[in-house]
């Protein structure tokens, strides 16, 4: 049994706002699958679904084959799933541990236990326990939102754009952080816009175009397709 499977996803932001238009996408335990492709194709509509953020007009989506489609997004976290956003992830005005401790919300008591697991994890982020999060760099934000993500010890990580903005340097760091944690056997999808570097990561991809799967497959064979690539070096959408 799969860890996830959402089936023939319609999905948008209001009636007959079809974003997405029968996705399907299917995760593994302790993989990580990036969802790429161009701007506008459904790409974090499809995480918001998977989050609760949003509810299917149709289609299914299970959880170690349990449905989860219909539930509040508190409830898709408390089963395990943990949903970072590209925006407004972090809380700037307050220190490091004050986010953890907001992230880690689904269960009181564990609080501090959770957070001496996420600083053991993160030095960087022990180190500067007490500034406010505005003070960090971009990359280390994007750590802070993961590391918070992390608080409800989730089985899945949705990533929404995590290396948006960032330097390639910076990007580069972050996307080790990714491999880190899914080392520790939690499974990721990650949207991302540097198709490479998501696909350099990834176990397996699917490439969304107008709100429908257009390719799926091994991650590497993907980044290696002439087609795949010569789209992503500025073809248009039409072309795939």
Do not use: C
Not at 47 to 60: C, D, V
Not at 129 to 151: C, E, P
Not at 215 to 232: K, M, N, Q, V
């Amino acid at each position: 049994m799969s860890l996830l499977e959402a089936r023939d996803i319609v999905a948008g932001y209001g009636h007959g706002d079809e974003i997405l238009k029968g996705v399907h996408l299917t995760i593994e335990a302790d993989e990580i699958v990036a969802v790429i492709g161009p701007n506008g194709a459904g790409k974090s509509t499809l995480l918001k679904t998977i989050a609760g953020l949003l509810h299917p007009a149709q289609g299914r989506i299970t959880l170690r084959g349990e449905p989860i489609h219909r539930l509040p997004p508190r409830e898709v976290s408390r089963r395990g799933i943990a949903f970072v956003p590209q925006e407004r992830n972090i809380f700037a005005t307050l220190s490091v541990r004050e986010n953890l401790e907001m992230g880690g919300w689904l269960d009181p008591a564990a609080i501090r236990r959770r957070i001496d697991d996420v600083f053991a994890r993160f030095p960087m982020l022990a180190e500067r326990r007490g500034r406010a999060a505005r003070t960090l760099s971009g990359g280390q934000r994007q750590v802070l939102a993961m590391a918070m993500a992390l608080m409800v010890q989730p089985v899945l990580l949705l990533l929404d754009e995590p290396s948006a903005g960032l330097s390639p340097i910076a990007a580069e760091t972050l996307f080790a952080t990714i491999q880190a944690i899914n080392r520790d056997g939690i499974a990721i999808v990650m949207v991302e816009q540097n198709a490479t570097q998501a696909l350099a990561i990834a176990h397996r991809a699917t490439i969304l175009v107008d709100g429908r799967n257009n390719r799926d497959g091994a991650a590497a064979a993907l980044a290696a397709d002439p087609e795949i690539r010569r789209i992503f070096l500025g073809a248009t959408p039409t072309e795939l």
